[in-house]
């Protein structure tokens, strides 16, 4: 068994060495022809700069393990021309900016994850241990605070004891469905709040038994709180003070390589450079590198749907005239009320988090253009998935709606983590690129490009999937 010391070192070593690398690729490439422009993407999106940067790094190393015939073979280039493909396939993906990537040092590379957990299960305090401290914090959680819960049974006199006693005096509340109709005075007798309440005693802060009478029979619809601190320098109750633990876990990639394939005859080749259209393996550098590009942000996003799915399914009904407003565009404002409901219900799921990124159909785009809060953004050449705009300040990518991706007239809505950016719904570990070729006797080259990479599901709970109903319909 691992210790769990010796997984946090591991962590901890593990993540300072990921970063050493990265910086240490970007200020080598960025120096470098090949890495012309990394400087000006690390202005404005530092993470994918490093991803960018180890991809060129990985992909050296892979090249350097090459014979100069296995290089030569490849597609007809040069090596500068594979590590191009891998700048561009990275690079000019939006996979990165919409969901999380890494660059993987080893096929079987792993990422760590610290969290803290309960360590002991207190009645009083409703906690559980094993439960994430962060996703099911307490009002109760530190100190000798605890509550005692009782539903009404149709009487009006109620005898209530607390889990943990004995109770210090002074420190007693009585709430009923939450308002306070109660305290203790210190020497046993309830202080009435309010009209619900007609009496409460407390016989002995030893056994800590309240004995309440209310004005009114209590219905089974309510709920009577006794609210109090237990004496935690009793020796005896040293374990019901809440304790947390720090638990450490690893989560394992097993990059496998993702293929495109090419081909193309020595007489276009032949063509092309006599005319002076350009070089075909320049523009073939640019294809595979944009197949990879949108491959990987399909990839990403087919992932984002089925585990946004798994949470249920939201609707929007554009109608404006069934909800009563004079005008589509007035309806349309209440869209981001909307989306902060689904945040909220995100928020309340995991206890962090608002939607900060949608991945959309194009309908719901141009539904999302209506609004007041929208602008556009023009950064992005209008191909595969691009950035579209902010919504207030949610970023929102346009993606066309192919089997297995977004419908247009609906969204992926998912929080992204700018502190902890593994605090996500799933990740990409992306380590090279391979690339083998063939020429054949009829004078076409065939050859493979292929990315090696891995995706890991961490919490499906950080995606939600929207619909927008009853949109227009225009014919052709």
């Known amino acids: ?113 610290l969290k803290t957990v309960y360590a002991n299960t207190i009645t009083g305090k409703q906690q559980t241990a094993n439960e994430y401290s962060y996703e099911k914090a307490y009002y109760t959680s530190a100190g000798e605070l605890q509550r005692k819960e009782t539903v009404g049974n149709g009487t009006a006199s109620y005898s209530i004891t607390p889990d943990q006693v004995p109770i210090i005096p002074g420190k007693v509340m009585i709430t009923l469905d939450g308002e306070l109709v109660g305290y203790d005075d210190g020497a046993g007798v309830i202080t009435v709040v309010g009209t619900k309440l007609t009496s409460g005693t407390i016989a002995s802060y030893a056994t ?55 081909s193309y005859s020595m007489m276009t080749e032949l063509v092309l450079q006599s005319t002076g259209i350009g070089d075909t393996n320049e523009l073939l550098l640019a294809a595979v590198g944009d197949e990879h590009a949108k491959a990987k942000d399909f990839r990403a996003i087919n992932r984002m749907k089925a585990l946004a799915l798994s949470n249920g399914t939201y609707t929007f009904d554009a109608a404006f005239g069934t909800a009563g407003e004079m005008s589509d565009k007035l309806h349309a404002q209440k869209l981001l009320s909307v989306i902060g409901d689904i945040g909220g219900d995100l928020y309340n799921s995991i206890s962090r988090g608002v939607i900060n990124k949608i991945v959309a159909g194009s309908k719901f785009v141009t539904y999302c253009k209506k609004h007041d809060l929208w602008k556009d953004d023009f950064s992005d050449n209008r191909v595969g998935v691009f950035k579209a705009g902010n919504l207030s300040d949610i970023e929102v990518f346009q993606c066309p709606a192919l089997s297995g991706l977004v419908e247009e007239d609906s969204a992926i809505l998912t929080f992204k983590n700018p502190d902890q950016p593994l605090d996500i719904g799933c990740v990409f570990g992306v380590m090279t690129e391979l690339t083998a070729s063939l020429l054949y006797p009829n004078l076409y080259i065939d050859g493979t490009v292929a990315i090696v990479e891995d995706a890991l599901t961490i919490d499906p709970r950080f995606m939600r999937y929207l619909t927008i109903s009853n949109l227009p319909v225009y014919t052709a």
Request: some cysteine; overall charge positive.
């Open 1 to 113: 068994m691992i210790k769990k010391s010796s997984l946090q070192e591991e962590a901890k070593r593990f993540l300072e060495n990921q970063n050493r690398l990265a910086e240490r690729a970007l200020s080598k490439w960025s120096k470098n022809s090949i890495g012309y422009g990394l400087q000006d993407l690390y202005a404005k999106n530092p993470a994918k700069a490093k991803y960018s940067a180890m991809m060129l790094e990985n992909q050296e190393r892979t090249l350097k393990q090459m014979s100069e015939t296995m290089i030569s073979q490849s597609f007809q280039t040069r090596p500068e021309n594979v590590l191009k493909v891998a700048r561009i396939g990275s690079a000019n993906s939006k996979r990165g900016d919409f969901a999380h990537e890494v660059a993987l040092q080893t096929t079987d590379d792993a990422i760590f994850y």
């Open 208 to 262: 800590g038994t309240v004995a309440l009478v209310f004005a009114a029979a209590v219905a089974a619809t309510s709920t009577i709180t006794v609210i109090c601190h237990f004496d935690s320098e009793q020796s005896a109750l040293y374990t019901q003070q809440p304790k947390l633990n720090l638990e450490v876990t690893k989560k394992r990639f097993s990059a496998r390589p993702m293929e495109v394939g090419y």
